[in-house]
């Protein structure tokens, strides 16, 4: 099996829907490819939080739609990374998003361990409950995302619905880099299952 982790670089000045297309492109070139997987709130940025409700979009808006068309031109099952969905409800939520080959969105996943304590993420943003599972033709992936890497009780539910690879896209901070590393890494051996962890650049 073949895997794709683009790190996606997110600058603030290029317009969202520039990096759409930008990383579409992007996608379409890992032709070839069993899986690609894009990063954390790549449409945003992860500490962009003035950005999160301005850019919020519902389950199927324009991100699916790029990223639904991208994973059928490239063949490929694609983790989308996540984006801030609002709900009907108004809610926000840090939702990630998978497509298989033809372009149908296999799964998606809310955030269930929100970054921070009295701002950001964890006040902006409401609490997935749902853990996510994927079967793949040569494998079964859980879904997590970034902060949710902390928490190993999350990755032992996941092996037990029947995970043996987890793919985990992040906005994680270079200040943190060792613990990134180290519990990626501890997710691995703790489970004995492989660990795709993908976080943006710049």
């Known amino acids: 099996m073949r895997a794709s982790l683009l790190q996606v670089a997110v600058n ?28 954390e709130l790549w449409t945003t940025g992860a500490f962009a939080y003035e950005a999160f409700g301005a850019e919020a979009e519902p389950l199927e808006g324009p991100t699916h739609e790029a990223m639904a ?11 989308a990374g996540s984006v801030p969905e609002r709900d009907s409800d108004g809610t926000l939520y840090n939702t ?22 009295d ?13 996510v599972t994927v079967r793949l033709p ?5 879904v997590a995302t970034c902060y949710d890497l902390r928490f190993p ?29 180290l519990l990626a890494r501890a997710r691995a051996v703790e489970n004995q299952a492989f660990v795709l962890a993908c976080g943006t650049a710049g």
């Open 153 to 181: 009780e999350l990755f032992r539910g996941l092996v037990d619905a029947g995970a043996e690879t987890f793919v985990v896209p992040a906005g994680w901070p270079e200040r943190r880099r060792a613990h990134w590393t």
């Open 138 to 142: 040569d494998t079964v992936v859980g």
């Open 69 to 79: 068309k991208a994973a059928s031109e490239a063949g490929v099952w694609l983790h």
């Open 96 to 117: 990630s998003l998978v497509f298989s080959p033809s372009g149908e969105l296999a799964a998606s996943y809310r955030k269930i361990h929100r970054f921070g304590f």
């Open 12 to 39: 603030e000045d290029e317009p969202v829907e520039s990096r759409r297309r930008r990383v579409a492109a992007l996608v379409r070139d890992q032709a070839g490819a069993d899986l690609v997987v894009l990063p």
């Open 119 to 131: 701002k950001g993420e964890a006040v902006l943003m409401g609490a997935g409950e749902d853990l």
